[in-house]
């Protein structure tokens, strides 16, 4: 059974930092792809980065240079470090896991959710 817990999120002025966590389970390495999305209120979910079950991490250009993903497998995490952050990154932040090789960002293309943790800017 595949299950995603995020856990980092928090409250923080503009131009601060925060690094956000998923651990995952019952995800077979090199048959799952992982994600990270945001969802703002009122908002469609948004992909921000990728990682390939071949082990490739890609980061949606909105976000690049601010946002860095990275995963540790030896601990079953996925990361998410925010720098300079900005009252338009506030959104419920989530993992995903897909079976699909072919997965891109389309949060359709992901089966399996966590149940975010919430991150505010304020200005």
């Known amino acids: 059974q595949v299950r995603l817990a995020e856990s980092g999120g928090g409250s923080v002025q503009t131009g601060g930092s925060l690094t956000l966590s998923c651990e995952f389970s019952?995800?077979?390495?090199?048959?799952?792809?992982l994600a990270w999305f945001r969802q703002a209120p009122g908002k469609e979910r948004e992909g921000l980065a990728r990682?390939?079950?071949?082990?490739?991490?890609f980061i949606e250009d909105s976000v690049e240079g601010r946002f860095t993903a990275s995963r540790d497998n030896s601990k079953n995490t996925l990361y998410l470090e925010m720098r300079s952050l900005k009252p338009e990154d506030t959104a419920m932040y989530l993992c995903?896991?897909?079976?699909?090789?072919?997965?891109?960002?389309?949060?359709?293309?992901?089966?399996?959710w966590g149940q975010g943790t919430q991150v505010t800017v304020s200005s």
């Open positions: 995903a896991a897909t079976s699909h090789w072919w997965a891109t960002l389309r949060p359709g293309d992901y089966a399996y």
């Open positions: 019952g995800v077979t390495d090199g048959d799952y792809g």
């Open positions: 990682f390939t079950p071949g082990g490739g991490i």
